[in-house]
């Protein structure tokens, strides 16, 4: 059996100075706010090519941290309406659902499967304050063309990096791209903790500094609250975790590109759809996403095979229980993905032999 993903395999790569970072962490008697969060968030910032980085306990609290300091900062209030894509993980929603303001879902490119700025300038209304660029899969979404709207309208514009650590659009990195960006390190994202964690980034002081308040409690000095705010960590634990993977991102991104290039030059089979890489910039391949028309009968055969894929995702949001006031609207590219898309196993320690074996069997596949 081919696992879909391998985390075991995975941090077996960096096991002893994993456990050498942890032993250091527990051993020091400080959890929280301390000397390993702080050289995460400098070691981050610089990676991403912004000013600053703070730590938050997950990648949902990161987006919701953005939306929760601009309406401090009075630039977003309550029922302000966001844009963000309807193919994307459930948590871009929640976030701006959490915060009181209106999702408004647009359509994707059915070639990059990322929001499709057409889409995203015909949903905008004298209500639209912000979008929600999501660089789905690793691949960075067409900032270009949503910069342009956004300054066009006077917008605040978001990345939803969750899925592109080290992802590039025109040599800048995923996480420089926009007013702040959201970062997700659960453990199966390209960076990965050994539990929740997330990150904001941003070039903007003042973000920065609401920001480090609101998941303060909104308190930036003991006992005085500035903010109402939430409780919001990233454990010095985890973060000695990341201090030990961040070295290991880039060869990491590497690794899956030369995979996924090993599966682009050699899947051949008609009925099968390869994802289109731009040339705008680094691809992570967080996923390795492929279409199909008889999908459910090609996960069928592979699952047969030993081969385990996964769905990313079944169900676009606005056709989600949890949004079911949208259950009318039509958004016809979201919706054909959900019916043919499938995530192939990808990732830094999948074996020749294995990717071998998935490719031969893809290419055997008969309707
Ligand atoms: C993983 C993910 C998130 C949420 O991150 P958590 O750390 O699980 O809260 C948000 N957006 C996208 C696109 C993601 O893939």
Known sequence: ???????????????????????????????????????????????????????????????????????????????DEVILPANTFIATALAVSACNLTPVFADCDIKTYNIDPISVQNKLTARTRAIIAVHLYGQTADMNALKSISENNKLIL???????????????????????????????????????????????????????????????????????????????????????????????????????????????????????????GEHVFHLYVIRCQNRDSLQAYLTKSGIQTQIHYPIPIHKQEAYKEYSKLSLPVSEQLQNEILSLPLYPTLKEVEINYIIESLNNWQI
């Open 1 to 79: 059996m081919i696992p879909f993903l391998d985390l075991k395999r995975e941090n077996a790569t960096c096991l002893t100075e994993l456990q050498d970072a942890m032993c250091r962490v527990s051993e020091s008697g400080w959890y929280l706010h301390g000397e390993e969060k702080a050289l995460f968030e400098e070691q981050f910032a610089t990676f991403c090519g912004v000013k600053y980085a703070i730590g938050v306990a997950n990648g949902l609290d990161a987006l919701r941290l953005i939306l929760l300091a601009y309406k401090e900062i009075g630039r977003l209030h309550d029922g």
């Open 158 to 280: 978001i990345e939803d990096a969750a899925q592109a650590h080290g992802a590039t659009y025109h040599q800048k990195k995923a996480g420089s791209l926009a007013d702040a960006a959201a970062f997700s390190f659960y453990p199966s994202k390209n960076l990965g903790a050994l539990a929740d964690a997330g990150a904001v980034t941003t070039d903007n002081d003042e973000l920065d500094e609401v920001i480090r308040s609101l998941c303060n409690y909104g308190s930036s000095k003991k006992y005085e609250y500035q903010h109402k705010g939430i409780n919001s960590r990233m454990s010095e634990l985890q973060a000695a975790v990341l201090n030990v993977k961040l070295k290991q991102l880039d060869a990491n991104n590497l690794k899956r590109n030369q995979l996924a290039q090993n599966y682009s030059q050699h899947i051949h089979n008609n009925h099968i759809i390869k994802p289109s890489i731009s040339n705008k």
